[in-house]
């Protein structure tokens, strides 16, 4: 096991000594590239500008802080730096406006961070450099207000397309943010944002996005890690900042159905950091604490937090247009794991994330899958194909021989004690989403062949 310090620096120029232990592997991260804000940082604050939109300094330092975490989470392989295949140890040094602001707010950061990747953070600030302490360039002045009342995630998912269609059917006039990955998730932001243009010709929205990359050589003689269990905070913090922009009190909304929020493990070895928690209620209420804490106006709310997937796709407030737009969202936790077998890139078919969406839309789903068909032909559950579906068949009739099991089971990926008048629904929604998935699964044999 290595412990790793990673150290940003804005420029050549920018010398303060850190201090390093001999058993630490020290990382620079360049900031400024071809003197500019680099990676992606300072296009994502000229596209704001180009919205009218000043983010804070604060707002800043929260993407300067996200390219940290990022970067410290892609390119430290978790199976040749940890000692247990898993929780890396990692020291960020980090250069930002008010090093006494951020110290004051470390300690929910670094629990937000544990409990997020499952790694063990420890993170310190300093002050930037003299030539770097004012990094927002104003948008021009302008006679008209704000247009934005409010900030959405918008990934290219199925749940953010909903969210999306919900808030403009009510009205509102978002500015939706989304983290750029790979091509076909990309594409399919593209896709649904250009369909939602059309569909409200006379609604005010933009989006906005963020694409950040590091080189694979960025940790010298370490390999890059594919898990990406840190992904959210960037995404949050571009939300986030692209909120201070506002000039006044925002909410966030992040639209995610209560199963997966949840994300209860399907088996009893499948727990702890292996299970995604990009949006369980305790992260998402120590992204409040921290907001707080730096004096940022907004709040993170999940609307759909006590709804399956298949509740929200029922409840959409545009239904015609949601079948239309859904074959244009990604859903599947791995779209580009086709191109290995010279597929195109999408939907498995057989994924977490890709099962539940089936289960969502059964009945009336135009998705292609890799899998098309789930009861052709018994699917080896010893193999990727198989192995998720055998764990949902077991999970679901573990639950539905002790229904009672649900309020024990909603505990089990991370704490739920900030919200106790939520547990009731919480293990309802739990149920009602197992249920969905088991009317999908009805017939298909999984077994190992």
């Given at each position: 096991m290595t412990r790793h310090l990673v150290v940003g620096r804005f420029d050549a120029t920018d010398k303060v000594r850190i201090p390093k232990a001999r058993d630490e592997l020290q990382t620079v991260l360049p900031l400024f590239q071809n003197a500019h804000l680099g990676h992606g940082i300072g296009r994502a604050l000229k596209d704001l500008r180009e919205l009218g939109l000043t983010p804070s300094e604060i707002g800043v330092d929260l993407l300067i802080v996200a390219a940290h975490v990022h970067a410290a989470d892609t390119r430290i392989s978790r199976g040749s730096e940890a000692q247990d295949g898993w929780t890396r140890e990692i020291r960020l040094v980090i250069p930002v406006s008010d090093p006494q602001l951020?110290?004051?707010?470390?300690?929910?950061?670094?629990?937000?961070?544990?409990?997020?990747?499952?790694?063990?953070?420890?993170?310190?600030?300093?002050?930037?450099?003299k030539g770097f302490a004012t990094l927002v360039t104003a948008a021009p002045p302008s006679l008209l207000p704000i247009p934005f009342d409010g900030v959405s995630l918008f990934s290219g998912g199925l749940d953010s397309l909903i969210g999306a269609i919900n808030t403009l059917e009510a009205g509102g006039s978002p500015l939706l943010v989304s983290h750029a990955g790979e091509g076909a998730v990309s594409k399919s932001q593209d896709q649904c944002f250009g369909r939602l243009k059309t569909a409200y010709p006379s609604a005010t929205f933009e989006r906005v996005r963020v694409w950040m990359n590091f080189e694979s050589s960025l940790v010298e003689g370490v390999q890059s890690e594919e898990t990406t269990r840190g992904r959210s905070f960037l995404f949050f913090s571009l939300a986030a900042a692209s909120g201070t922009g506002l000039g006044r009190e925002f909410v966030l909304k992040v639209p995610e159905n209560g199963l997966?929020?949840?994300?209860?493990?399907?088996?009893?070895?499948?727990?702890?950091?292996?299970?995604?928690?990009?949006?369980?209620?305790?992260?998402?209420?120590?992204?409040?604490?921290?907001?707080?804490?730096?004096g940022i106006p907004g709040r993170l709310e999940n609307p759909y937090w006590d709804k399956t997937k298949g509740e929200m796709v029922s409840n959409c407030s545009n239904p015609r247009l949601l079948r239309r737009l859904a074959p244009e969202s990604l859903s599947c936790s791995s779209p580009a794991k086709g191109r290995?077998?010279?597929?195109?890139?999408?939907?498995?078919?057989?994924?977490?994330?890709?099962?539940?969406?089936?289960?969502?839309?059964?009945?009336?789903?135009?998705?292609?899958?890799?899998?098309?068909?789930?009861?052709?032909a018994p699917l080896d559950s010893t193999e990727a194909i198989g192995r998720q579906i055998r764990s949902c068949q077991l999970a679901i009739r573990r639950l539905a021989?002790?229904?009672?099991?649900?309020?024990?089971?909603?505990?089990?990926?991370?704490?739920?004690?900030?919200?106790?008048?939520?547990?009731?629904?919480l293990a309802d929604v739990y149920r009602r989403g197992l249920e969905e998935l088991g009317r999908l699964l009805r017939g298909v044999r999984a077994e190992p062949a």
């Open positions: 951020w110290s004051n707010a470390t300690p929910i950061l670094e629990r937000a961070l544990r409990f997020l990747t499952g790694d063990r953070w420890s993170i310190g600030f300093r002050k930037r450099p997966i929020a949840l994300n209860v493990p399907l088996d009893p070895l499948r727990l702890g950091a292996l299970s995604t928690r990009t949006t369980h209620p305790f992260y998402l209420t120590r992204w409040n604490e921290l907001l707080h804490a730096l290995w077998k010279k597929q195109p890139q999408g939907h498995c078919g057989y994924c977490l994330p890709c099962l539940i969406r089936r289960a969502a839309l059964r009945g009336a789903d135009p998705t292609p899958y890799g899998v098309p068909n789930l009861r052709a021989a002790r229904p009672a099991l649900a309020h024990t089971l909603i505990h089990k990926p991370g704490p739920l004690f900030d919200h106790p008048d939520r547990h009731a629904a």
